[in-house]
């Protein structure tokens, strides 16, 4: 099985066949290929002299350890979800536009912790597509090649067929296949899948 960019239909297929856990799993793992663009966001705040902690750190860290069977009780997780929205990636200030996928990614995946269905993890792998989508579309605008006369169908077979996209399309390829080998969420096999999002500290877009 091979994921492809945008065909969703794909996705919601794979994920009907995985256990409620397991998608949980899934978006852990692509809230971390995200997480970067935050971080880039998080350290322009603080050089503006903000101080505040990492709340989407901090969430994402407790889904994890969720995944890892730490009894985590409905009240922490939306006190959690409260806490993040809060530190939400201000519009005015924000240094990336990824940063807020980066967020709403992990936010949703808060709400997965509660209510892990399958289109609620789907919405998680949209964020990634639509960062994929403006990130890629904003390097293309700035090739001398560029032209305004694209069309939106030109456009999506571009960011498909990009060496970023591509990649993460494997990635999330490989999760779901090792996922559905895998019954149980070892302490083991989740490290694999934590660590394995790392792309030398680098975000699924190269950013750091």
């Known amino acids: 099985m091979n994921l ?3 065909q969703f239909h794909i996705l919601e297929r794979e994920l009907e066949a995985l256990a409620p856990m397991h998608r949980v799993a899934f978006a852990a ?33 407790e889904i994890w350890e969720f995944l890892a069977g730490k009894k985590v009780e409905v009240a922490i997780f939306r006190q959690l979800y409260s806490d993040s929205d809060q530190s ?7 240094e990336t536009p990824e940063a807020q996928r980066a967020a709403d990614a992990i936010l949703n995946t808060l709400e ?5 269905s399958v289109q609620q993890t789907i919405s998680v792998a949209k964020e990634i597509h639509e960062t994929l989508f403006e ?19 030109e ?5 498909a067929n990009h060496p970023f996209t591509v990649r993460e399309m494997a ?17 083991e096999f989740l ?12 975000s699924l877009l190269d950013l750091s």
Do not use: M
């Open 29 to 61: 793992a692509c809230c971390e290929r995200l997480y970067p663009h935050y971080d880039i966001y998080l350290r322009a705040a603080r050089e503006d002299d903000w101080d505040g902690e990492d709340l989407f750190r901090v969430a994402l860290n």
């Open 191 to 202: 490290q694999w899948l934590r660590t394995s999002s790392e792309n030398g500290g680098k």
């Open 112 to 116: 997965l912790c509660l209510d892990p």
């Open 171 to 187: 990635k999330q390829s490989e999760d779901l296949q090792r996922l559905r080998e895998t019954p149980t969420l070892t302490a």
């Open 4 to 6: 492809k960019y945008r």
């Open 88 to 94: 939400y990636p201000d519009h005015e200030n924000i």
């Open 155 to 159: 456009l999506v077979k571009i960011v």
């Open 135 to 153: 990130y890629i579309d904003y390097l293309y605008q700035c090739e001398d090649e560029y032209s305004a006369d694209i069309s939106h169908e």
